[in-house]
């Protein structure tokens, strides 16, 4: 199993360019979400997904689009980049959107943006 | 406002030796509490996950404690390892709506 893999590992953007972040994951899991990581603060929710076709918003959703037309698939779409985008992005899963179920995490993506 | 916090922000020890890591919560109405760790350039990686009736769980040399009465819950690490080196993340469910509050993590050095 691969768990949750998030390409790339590494991007840099110019201010105003869009870009797809990817996330997939093998587990079978119905739920899935964006965080993004900054210095000095706890992980923040972008997005999130309870299964294939529904998606809703987190803590701070603005400037990012979220689809999920698959179980494994979670893209996350940056429409038009910004430096206080420059962030580390982790997709988590989960079996369900359950209070005792583990997140699984991916490994991130480090975003600059210039 | 829900909130958690961690202490020490960093934490330097000897290898071998033991360490405690502190969480305060005020997150209501409380359903879980977890313990991530992270090392440098991956993703968080769930520790342990204590509900409102458990005390004390234990995952290998971590033990998680929770006092749901004060609101704190503290992580020790027994008999370090270089490997122990990461950071260590509290993170609270809030019930209403499966909200995860997270902290900013303790940032754990294991010299040798």
């Known amino acids: 199993n691969a768990g949750v893999t998030q390409t790339p590992k590494f991007q840099v953007l110019k201010t105003g360019q869009s870009m797809t972040l990817q996330c997939a994951q093998d587990?079978?899991?119905?739920?899935m979400s964006w965080y993004r990581q900054d210095p000095g603060m706890g992980l923040r929710l972008i997005h999130y997904s309870v299964g294939a076709g529904i998606t809703d918003q987190g803590e701070v959703p603005n400037g990012y689009n979220v689809s999920r037309s698959t179980t494994e698939d979670f893209p996350l779409r940056l429409l038009s980049a910004a430096p206080s985008q420059t962030s580390v992005y982790f997709c988590?899963?989960?079996?369900?959107?359950?209070?005792?179920?583990?997140?699984?995490f991916g490994n991130g993506t480090r975003l600059t943006v210039t | 406002k829900n909130q958690v916090e961690q202490s020490p922000q960093s934490l330097i020890i000897l290898e071998g030796k033991n360490c405690t890591l502190q969480?305060?919560?005020?997150?209501?109405?409380?359903?879980?509490l977890r313990w991530y760790k992270q090392d440098t350039g991956r993703g968080p990686v769930s520790l342990t996950i204590?509900?409102?009736s458990e005390n004390t769980k234990s995952n290998g040399r971590y033990t998680a404690t929770l006092d749901a009465d004060t609101k704190q819950s503290s992580l020790h690490i027994t008999a370090s390892q270089l490997s122990d080196s990461a950071s260590y993340i509290c993170?609270?469910?809030?019930?209403?709506?499966?909200?995860?509050?997270w902290g900013a993590g303790t940032k754990l050095i294991i010299k040798p």
């Open positions: 587990m079978n899991h119905e739920y």
């Open positions: 969480c305060n919560y005020t997150v209501s109405p409380f359903s879980n």
């Open positions: 988590a899963s989960s079996y369900r959107q359950r209070a005792n179920s583990p997140l699984h």
């Open positions: 204590m509900t409102f």
């Open positions: 993170v609270v469910s809030a019930n209403s709506n499966y909200q995860l509050i």
